[in-house]
């Protein structure tokens, strides 16, 4: 028998001061449907799952689970922490929490459809009732970060009083029924380190962006999330109040268009780019900093920064050679492979800002001899022709790239969606490298391989050249600590245990 081997699941960090309990005020955007949990701010508050994953490391915490173990690449162990306990439902009961009830759980997801449990998750093991062994049908490299998603959240048996919605044992307790202002109490049964240092969280709800504004403004808010890509204005803030600025889970990109057939289907393209140098020049002759200027974007390379552990730092790419504007290099590439003076039309959706970064990526290509033709279209037929990859080039901002694998995958053979690259690209190597990243179940052996396959593909010159992940923003007020933006998902859902508010009156 092949021994289990230890997999390092860190504990909650020690809180070795604790203020008064206050409570923090968070303010969003009504949603339309009625009932609770009403979308994933909810799940996380309410919810646990078996573990957490910090994307910055990416380091998978305790949740649920105090340890895990992976005897073999198909194979994981998770221990349940003993003494936990659901919510108490309408009844008023709190059941306890076990291998059982998470059992249950995730093969009730699975006959919801959710992916992981229906697709990832071949069988589920309960070995005692601490116990609960996953079985994959493969090695699959994205397991934690699914696991420590809103879509895994563990749910009991029961009932919050007066909704439909199944319990949770999250660190927030929510109201029995949702409404203008929804209340999340501290959950009692946490103890010790898992005590959360608030003793609630008041989700206030507005019906336009104006009104969280004007509330922050009035000190009603700790806590505004601002709208994608809008920065807050300074001058309305309170004294005291910080800015935090993370990079969206979006990327912003130049795809440059290599076969005249994809899918089986006859599309525009430029011969000229299936040359590694041509490609090459292109990306030395864009302004990085004009157009990351233009909205104070983030450096970006193929996986984006939103997903810190598996992205290249932004000084390694920097120090890339076509991270590096140099028009002299660029054009003794294109004269070397016959390309000066090139012609093509750059394909862009009449988005906000998108003009604005065509001009600049079109006045680099310019200064490199390149003659580029401006093709501004209404999004829906951009989509259209991007979609099918039938575009010479094209400027593109892709959003919900929620896992660090969208980025690998965009410059597979296959293509994000498994059938076709949008560029026609093609590099056996880098293919096989993401496939070994993406089958590696350790998140920290995962990102190591992800980099690597990274930098293989800017040493052979992308088709698909990444120029920055759009900003956003969080306003936090005075005297709110421990609420960490660029944890994502995990801030609200396992760090809102260190957040602190003052008392108010």
Not at 154 to 168: C, L, P, W
Not at 298 to 314: C, K, R
Not at 355 to 360: I, R, S, W
């Amino acid at each position: 028998m092949t021994p289990a081997r230890g997999f390092e699941v860190k504990a909650r960090p020690r809180i070795s001061k604790r203020p008064a309990p206050g409570t923090l005020r968070l303010g969003r955007l009504r949603n339309p449907g009625p009932g609770l949990p009403s979308d994933n701010e909810d799940l996380l508050l309410a919810y646990a799952r078996l573990v957490a994953v910090d994307p910055r490391g990416p380091t998978v915490f305790e949740d649920l689970a105090r340890a895990v173990e992976i005897p073999e690449p198909q194979t994981v162990r998770f221990t349940i922490r003993d003494s936990q306990r659901f919510h108490r439902d309408a009844s008023g009961i709190e059941q306890p929490l076990s291998a059982d009830s998470v059992r249950v759980d995730f093969q009730r997801h699975a006959s919801e459809g959710v992916p992981l449990f229906s697709e990832v998750i071949d069988r589920m093991d309960r070995a005692d009732s601490r116990t609960l062994v996953l079985h994959l049908k493969a090695p699959f490299g994205l397991l934690f970060e699914l696991l420590a998603a809103p879509s895994a959240s563990v749910r009991g048996e029961g009932m919050y009083a007066g909704t439909t919605e199944r319990v949770g044992s999250g660190t927030w307790v929510p109201p029995g029924r949702a409404t203008g202002t929804t209340k999340y109490m501290a959950n009692p049964t946490m103890t010790g380190d898992q005590k959360p240092l608030l003793a609630s969280i008041d989700v206030v709800g507005a019906n336009v962006a104006s009104e969280l504004d004007a509330a922050f403004a009035r000190g009603e808010l700790d806590v505004r999330v601002h709208t994608a890509g809008v920065a807050p204005v300074s001058e309305h803030a309170a004294k005291g109040t910080t800015t935090q600025k993370r990079p969206a889970r979006r990327m912003r990109g130049l795809g440059l268009s290599m076969l005249a057939q994809k899918n089986g289907v006859a599309v525009r393209n430029v011969p000229a780019f299936q040359d590694a140098r041509v490609r090459r020049a292109v990306a030395m002759s864009l302004n990085r900093e004009a157009l990351l200027a233009l909205d104070g974007s983030f450096t970006s390379g193929p996986v984006g920064p939103a997903h810190a552990g598996d992205a290249i730092s932004e000084g390694d790419l920097n120090g890339h050679p076509i991270y590096r504007r140099d028009a002299t290099e660029a054009r003794k590439l294109l004269a070397a492979a016959g390309a000066e003076n090139l012609a093509f039309r750059l394909l862009l959706p009449d988005l906000p800002l998108m003009l604005q970064l065509a001009q600049v990526v079109a006045e680099g290509l310019q200064g490199i001899s390149l003659q580029p033709r401006l093709q501004n279209v209404p999004y829906d037929g951009w989509q259209k022709s991007f979609l099918a990859g039938d575009f010479e080039t094209t400027l593109f901002d892709l959003g919900a790239l929620d896992t660090p694998d969208a980025g690998l995958r965009l410059h597979t053979t296959e293509g994000i969606g498994g059938k076709f690259s949008l560029w026609g690209y093609s590099n056996p190597m880098y293919d096989v490298a993401v496939r070994a990243a993406l089958s590696s179940v350790d998140p920290m052996e995962r990102a190591r391989k992800s980099r690597e396959a990274q930098r293989l593909l800017l040493d052979d010159g992308p088709a698909m050249l990444p120029i920055g992940a759009p900003p956003e923003y969080v306003s936090v007020g005075p005297g709110i600590t421990g609420y960490e933006f660029n944890a994502y998902d995990m801030n609200t859902g396992y760090l809102s245990t260190g957040w602190s508010a003052p008392q108010r009156a």
